[in-house]
């Protein structure tokens, strides 16, 4: 593995998720691999679990991490190669780019989708421009379409708390009152396509997913009729791709509920946070004995310990 | 000591004081208690001697410590149970207490009171919440009627310097541009009253504060009555508990200068900083060498060493 | 050596340029030397390269690095002594600057020119009344009229990558849309006066620097005379000194390009970014074999190593 962006980079998947067992078992057994080794971490965008969870894998391994907001405490980027920079933006991302990589032996990036202008997004326009210049392993802290460290502490999740050897898991879509980027989703589809499960995706009509991830995954646009028999419910919001970045104002009856849960009384409930309680999912589906949001949470740390171990002993 | 949120948390308030005499004596003697451990420094408000102290005293303990500022690099936060959140908060107190718990072994936060609703700021309503969520043990630096850190490092001064076994102390009201909370009097006032001092108050008439730490202790609402034979002057300013949050303007004249120093020569002086200078207090009193203000800053850092050593050993 | 804010303050240039050397060599052999040490970098403007080399270096010595943005996660500075402060600021400098020396064992700080007032820039007033209450070393992350770090990290590439003794070095000004600081081109040329080479400056009429700095080094205003047989042009913006402040908007012909660069077809080009591409300098030079941009950002790191090796040493 020389990045981590996309499953995609991964060579060998049982391999990373053995080693995510192992490092939950023995969270400081590697220190010595991380010794003198230093981590960025640039964020253009908020973040609670993937800046704590990262931080803290880093430093499970025995790593320097240095963590910086780059639209705040630097300076303000340019994307277009060949610009004439006399107006705002302060740094080209081929510089910054350039220099970072001098500074760290793996560096991770969180750059949110614009979800004004769809190519730019689906074509990862910061994340691969980024790439382009950096001279060291990069990790995906979330992109414009993608959040591998999500998707790999969901599948960990699964592997751990599935009690049949094929789980059936429905990604459901949920209401939310602001656009949100299509990035978990497109990736948790991603990486369940490449795990042992029958998958299928419930959303409203106009709210499928990009054929890009979602091609072959069946989809189901009545939610009652997906949930039956669903091992795992995975609730997430997500805006229009085909209406690029419309907000499905009129489904409000989407969200998860006691009652719809009822559908399918063994299922754990998932979801990646932050939520928006009582809109996207009811407090009762949430605060269940069947609710996997804190297990997903503490499986981050593992996620990206095993992707940052795998990183280090590759290069 | 399972949580140090107020100075009830304490089980043995001599044996604290032994163990940040010894931490401070031998700062580095303890690193082998904090290593894997991780604390995560929570801020919802600005803060200079508390961050800083607080990360140096975790790196004395050989600590792992993660510092994240809520507000503007997380999410925004939803206080209310059973919330429709269809707003703009943006993650449940639940969720984030809960998430940050998957990552951390203490926890420390700082939540300013609002100033707005004394009954929402005196039941401790961002605390409490997050507390009620919270798995491990939670560190107070600063929350909306409490100020722990600051009044234990308060304490050890006094200790260090105090040249009579019973030291008579004068927590006195000072002028201030802006309303501030209440939080760093109210705590002083609880600590006092469990050391071996003679503590009085003295402020304006309109700003006694709440009898929920207050009783008990004598008011005079003459400040120079209130100086004289004082060892130890600790001047405040705090905005009117009974008038809630309401300023002070008319009370320019409480200013401690020198010349009412005059009234007690021996006495220390003491301030919590940051300090308006020259309305709160004059430049001729902090700047003589009868001020203990740096020495306060210093005792900041064996406070929180010995607080996280207690709760270190006792998790 | 008991500071680092001026290459004045370096007793014995070759012996730090020797060491810096030396820790490029080796970075991670003196970890021992900053055990139990910590340093505080106080940030009251933006930084990249300063920011995570600074930190890389620390880290690299095995100290305990505290990274702070004094602007909006502390409280606001006030600079002038015997100042009423019933306004905005919230803390005097002379207790920030006290009390952060009770966290640290040395104390580096970032804090630009203001370019509204020339004598305030020029009498470093912010660093200087920081400084005059620290008690600890103090290293400049960039003040208002000068970048040490920055320089040396120049200087050690120049020494790097020379080809004769007494190499001919060119600063040239070039265009920015923005008024900068004459920090990096001051610090620029008071290096070099110390090295061992042959510097010009080039810049258009009315922006000639501070004899403060460029006193006695020749200062041709035709560029193309200038870059005539340079071994090193160093291209930099800065706002006119003479005009204070001023931006030089007439002369987008300074521009660095190939062209330009064919008058000396060996020269290396530097500039110490972030760098306005194709306004300052023409992508085809940035880009070009004779770029050391990256060099200089990646010296940056022992710069700062050698300097933070040599004030521990002298501790």
Chains 1, 2, 3 share one sequence.
């Not at 789980?167 to 948790?188: G, I």
Request: overall charge negative; charged content about 20%; proline content about 4%.
């Amino acid at each position: 593995m020389k990045n981590f962006t996309s499953a995609k980079d991964i060579d060998d998947l049982p391999l990373l998720l053995d080693l995510a067992k192992e490092v939950k078992r023995n969270p400081f057994g590697y220190k010595k691999t991380g010794e003198n080794k230093t981590i960025g971490l640039l964020f253009f965008n908020p973040s609670l679990r993937t800046r704590l969870s990262t931080q803290k894998a880093a430093h499970n391994l025995g790593m320097h991490c240095m963590v910086m907001n780059l639209n705040n405490e630097g300076w303000s980027i340019e994307l277009e190669d060949g610009a004439i920079m006399n107006h705002t933006s302060q740094e080209h991302i081929k510089d910054a780019a350039g220099v970072v990589s001098q500074y760290c032996d793996i560096l991770a990036i969180r750059t949110f989708a614009s979800l004004q202008d769809r190519h730019a997004d689906y074509s990862e326009k910061v994340l691969s421009r980024f790439m382009k210049y950096v001279t060291v392993p990069v990790v995906s802290l979330e992109s414009a379409t993608l959040h591998p460290l999500q998707s790999f502490a969901d599948l960990i999740t699964i592997e751990e708390k599935k009690v049949t050897a094929k789980p059936r898991v429905v990604l459901s879509w949920a209401p939310h009152p602001r656009a949100l980027p299509q990035a978990v989703a497109n990736s948790f589809v991603q990486w369940m396509k490449m795990a042992d499960v029958e998958l299928c995706i419930t959303n409203p009509i106009g709210f499928d997913l990009s054929p890009e991830f979602a091609a072959g995954v069946p989809v189901i646009h009545e939610q009652d009729l997906a949930l039956e028999g669903a091992d795992f419910v995975y609730a997430k919001n997500w805006s229009s791709y085909e209406n690029y970045g419309t907000i499905g104002t009129d489904h409000a009856d989407w969200m998860i509920t006691s009652e719809k849960m009822k559908r399918t009384p063994l299922a754990k409930f998932m979801h990646c946070l932050p939520v928006r309680r009582n809109v996207e999912i009811a407090d009762e589906v949430l605060d269940s004995d069947a609710s996997l949001i804190l297990t997903q949470a503490q499986n981050r740390t593992f996620a990206a310990q095993a992707v940052l171990l795998n990183l280090l002993r590759n290069a």
